[in-house]
């Protein structure tokens, strides 16, 4: 076993040196790395190696309402006896106070750590919607924010749960360890900064672009790129180095906190190692949860072949399938999420393996659609017509303990 360990640890986070004969190659061997690392192991891999390190006999609990998960995420977190280690029991309650029955250590807890999207909108964070960045602010400096959000974010992947997956990508390349990162004017919030980097980036000869630079002097010095190039084209650094300035060095404390946080269970070396397996559940990425990716989750569970059962049960898959596509369409009640969340506590697919391996039942004695969180299964209504069929999921769905609450 220890051998074996070993291995695994060795596979996934042994340096990886690759030479080069020429000179200023440094960012082309990076991004051939970073390939080569991205091919050879996936984020489910890897995430299945840290979570070795859990101790699923013990727990650190969590008792959580969805009208307010942030005030109790953040209890749970700063709980002297947390232990990021031990395994998390989740239990909600609803706005009446009364204890929901499934209690376990499976889909609750997933929700939970879905429900923590709204770190998005925490005050820490500043930017474009699917390009955050972190920003300084005394208050959550004070509360420690900052470690507690990279913590979060650590724990998260490692337990099953989602990334946040609305990082810029400025920000993930400089935690990462990054070199050649860079952003763009439209990151820049305060407009009054934007408009300076839209007139010098909109310079046409030497003395416009000398005269700019000194009219935001004061500017540009506390940035610390204030400086005559002898060439029009010296525009494009001064624009590059604040922006660096802006998003990276002026929140240097709060960057370094975050990433603090993220290195609990080892998470920020695993993103330095593997930076693309990880980028799409970091960063926002266009690959969104599909009716394929979807119908591909969950494994039927049918009988026999050749039984009247079966012949019932592969009729009801082949309107599950067109359910998914349908909603994918837009043209049903829900939506692929919607349906995600309703059977495992997550709505969008995790870095690491979904466990245990969410499955589809045929449900004959109700003629809704039913899900258990703790199996990550979905139980099918057996229906006569494919409208009944959706109409019954519909509903089923529709109401189900948080649905809308996203």
Known sequence: ???????????????????????????????????????????????SDLSQKIM????????????????????????????????????????????????????????????????????????????RFLTFNNAAVREDEYFLAGRMIAVSIVHGGP??????????????????????????TDETMKAALIEISSAESLDELHALIEKYESLLQTAGCFDFPQSVKGKDNIVKDFILWYIIYRNQYSVQRFRD??????????????????RPYMCYSVDRLTSVSLEDVFKPQLSEPGSTRRQKETRILGYWRDYLLDTGEQET????????????GLDSLPPSTIVPQPRLIFERSSKFSIASTCANTIKLPVSKSYDEFKNAMDFGIQNSPGFGLR
């Open 163 to 188: 990334g946040p997956r609305f990082l810029s990508n400025m920000l993930y390349d400089y935690l990462i360890g990054r070199t050649d990162i860079n952003g763009t004017v439209e990151d820049v």
């Open 333 to 344: 009640g829900v939506s692929l999420q919607n349906i995600l969340m309703f059977a495992t």
């Open 261 to 278: 946080g993220l290195s609990t269970l080892d998470v920020i070396n695993a993103l330095e190692q593997h930076p693309i397996a990880f």
């Open 56 to 131: 699923r006999t013990s727990c650190s609990r969590f008792n959580k309402n969805r009208a307010n998960i942030w005030d109790g995420a953040v209890r749970g977190f700063k709980r002297a006896s947390y232990d990021p280690l031990h395994d998390m029991l989740v239990k909600f309650t609803d706005d009446e106070g009364s204890t929901e029955d499934a209690v376990d250590t499976g889909g609750p807890k997933c929700e939970f750590l879905t429900l923590m999207d709204c770190l998005k909108a925490r005050r820490i964070f500043d930017g474009p919607e699917n390009g």
């Open 1 to 47: 076993m220890r051998t074996s360990v070993f291995s695994n640890y060795t596979r996934l986070y042994a340096p990886i040196v690759i030479e080069s004969d020429s000179e200023g190659s440094d960012q082309s061997t990076q991004h051939v790395e970073e390939e080569w690392i991205s091919d050879a192991i996936s984020a489910a891999d890897i995430v």
